[in-house]
């Protein structure tokens, strides 16, 4: 017997809407407000005393410190479905054309600029994309910080227009959040039963025709991670305490990540590894890439964060770019000097943090410009991960090329302050 995952709707779907209060009609009295008078408390959008007219309330998705994929970008995902004639998979909202689009940004007919989601090789995105539209599983590898999962949730986005399907992956990730469990209360009374089951993100997705996500594949337990070779074979999800089965239907597919510093961890079974497409996401090739990068996502978490943004900081973005680079490559950007490598990845990711975290810095306890000053210690941290070695690489890296470095005094004697 098959049976069908219904998906969760809000306890309000079917309420009838309340009708909108009256801007003139009295209300009653309440804390800092007048019995029988308007406030903008009582009347959200209404007439407020002096004829200002008060804003709206914010919705729960305007509050959110970080909104979903689908709901920090749905009016490029809006105007991409609007303008999108070409052959969409079963229960995509986009086409395979669209959803790249999404991703490496673009501009429409219309005029319509669509940001970039992702900087890097197109042939990746390409790829990707069109693995999902496939039968085979997307698996998306790299160094810690590539963006492997800031891919797969825009990813998701873009195709189901649901990013929330996602399994994370720990060294407890027990079995049931990638097949079902159980709601206790209903099992002891009733026995197993269909109300008493409780379906995990993938058993959604498949019941739905979605997109799912297992972040940090490679951290799961391998006997956990072969749960997931009879869903991605068979395309089917066994229930044996009620005789049932969950078949995916289609537009099911499944996005997962992993890093390869953790190969060595839980690495995939070569029967995993054969449902999956493996796409590589790589550092970003060039400085101007990693800048770029840099610049856009600590413009949104800024402005997320009420962070001001000025043209100032590109300066400082460049030297934590350049800095990360030349640690990581273990040679100068001129190529002249060669420098030992630290424990840590540097990544693009840390980088983000590294700048966000100065400009916070700069904001509430300076002039709000990012200076040295505001990123020196973020990168110390970001460096010096065991403080034997790596300090002692730090301080030859300081010494033998950001003193000698033209325009580099200031960062050199802030980088000299914290490290003391």
């Known amino acids: 017997m098959t049976v069908s995952v219904d998906s969760t709707t809000s306890a309000t779907a079917n309420q009838p809407t309340p009708a909108p209060t009256s801007a003139a009609t009295p209300t009653p009295a309440s804390a800092g407000g007048s019995a029988g008078g308007s406030t903008a408390e009582s009347v959200p959008g209404g007439a407020v005393p002096g004829g200002a007219v008060a804003a709206p309330a914010p919705t729960p998705v305007e509050q959110a410190l970080r909104p979903h994929a689908e709901h920090a970008f749905a009016a490029e995902l809006a105007a991409l479905a609007a303008q999108d004639d070409r052959p969409r998979p079963r229960r995509w909202k986009l086409s395979p054309w669209a959803v790249a689009t999404y991703l490496l940004g673009g501009t429409l007919p219309d005029g319509t600029v669509i940001t970039p989601k992702y900087v890097g090789p197109r042939r990746i995105v390409e790829v990707a994309v069109t693995t999902l539209a496939t039968d085979r599983a997307l698996l998306l590898l790299g160094v810690p910080g590539t963006a492997k999962t800031w891919v797969s949730e825009h990813l998701a986005a873009a195709v189901s227009g649901d990013s929330t399907l996602l399994v994370q992956g720990t060294a407890g990730t027990p079995e049931e959040a990638i097949r079902y469990g159980w709601n206790y209360a209903q099992l002891l009374a009733h026995g197993p039963s269909r109300d008493a089951l409780v379906p995990s993100p993938v058993m959604r997705a498949m019941a739905e025709g979605m997109t799912a996500r297992v972040e940090e594949l490679t951290r799961i337990p391998a006997d956990v991670q072969d749960t997931l070779i009879t ?3 068979e395309k089917t999800l066994p ?42 996401l790589p550092l970003p090739a060039s400085a101007d890439a990693e800048v770029d990068i840099v610049s856009r996502r600590v413009d949104q978490i800024g402005r997320s964060l009420d962070l001001p943004a000025g043209p100032e900081g ?33 990544s693009t990711a840390e980088a983000i943090s590294v700048v966000t975290n100065g400009l916070a810095l700069a904001t509430h306890f300076g002039d709000g410009v990012l200076r040295p000053g505001d990123v020196a210690a973020g990168i110390l941290g970001a460096v010096v991960r065991d403080p034997a070695a790596d300090r002692v690489i730090w301080q030859e890296y300081l010494e033998a090329v950001v003193r000698e470095r033209d325009g580099w005094k200031d960062f050199y004697r802030a980088c000299r302050e914290v490290s003391a």
Not at 265 to 280: E, G, K, M, P, Q
Not at 323 to 329: A, G, N, T
Not at 334 to 344: I, N, Y
């Open 231 to 233: 869903i991605l074979s």
């Open 239 to 280: 229930i044996p305490e009620l005789g049932q089965e969950v078949q995916a239907v289609g537009g099911f597919n499944l996005i997962a990540t992993a890093n390869d510093r953790d190969r060595g961890v839980n690495d995939l079974s070569s029967a995993l590894r054969r449902r999956f497409n493996t796409v590589v």
């Open 314 to 346: 590109i300066d400082e973005i460049r030297r934590v770019v350049t800095v990360f680079r030349e640690l990581r490559d273990g040679v100068t950007t001129d190529g002249r000097t060669k420098v030992k490598s630290p424990s840590g990845t540097l």
